[in-house]
């Protein structure tokens, strides 16, 4: 028997509650393009009027770091302590970062 895939692509949707916040992977959803993608997170995701902003990304377009490579990514950066924010004070406006 053959068969022929008419599935819908897989996207990764994440919302922004608040503007100035960053944006949280909160699920996924089939849909045959990106406004119906967008469309439908609103729908899903965001039913309570939480959302400020939804991002959608096909999940065949996502590239991410092996989590074997780890050491060669991360443990590099702790010997560079110019790169933490600890040098300099945040105004008190800026609370939430």
């Given at each position: 028997?053959?068969?022929?895939?008419?599935?819908?692509?897989?996207?990764?949707?994440?919302?922004?509650?608040r503007?100035?916040?960053?944006?949280?992977?909160?699920g996924?959803?089939h849909?045959?393009?990106?406004?119906?993608?967008?469309?439908?997170?609103?729908?899903?995701?965001?039913?309570?009027?939480?959302?400020?902003?939804?991002?959608?990304?096909?999940?065949?377009?996502?590239?991410?770091?092996?989590?074997?490579?780890?050491?060669?990514?991360?443990?590099?950066?702790?010997?560079?302590?110019?790169?933490?924010?600890?040098?300099?004070?945040?105004?008190?406006?800026?609370?939430?970062?």
């Amino acid at each position: 028997m053959s068969t022929t895939n008419t599935e819908w692509p897989l996207w990764e949707v994440f919302v922004r509650t608040r503007a100035g916040l960053d944006h949280k992977h909160c699920g996924s959803l089939h849909a045959a393009d990106a406004a119906m993608a967008i469309q439908m997170a609103r729908d899903v995701y965001t039913r309570r009027q939480e959302g400020s902003s939804i991002w959608v990304v096909r999940s065949d377009q996502i590239v991410a770091s092996d989590p074997g490579d780890k050491d060669m990514f991360f443990d590099p950066m702790e010997d560079k302590v110019y790169r933490h924010p600890t040098f300099y004070k945040l105004p008190d406006e800026v609370n939430h970062m």
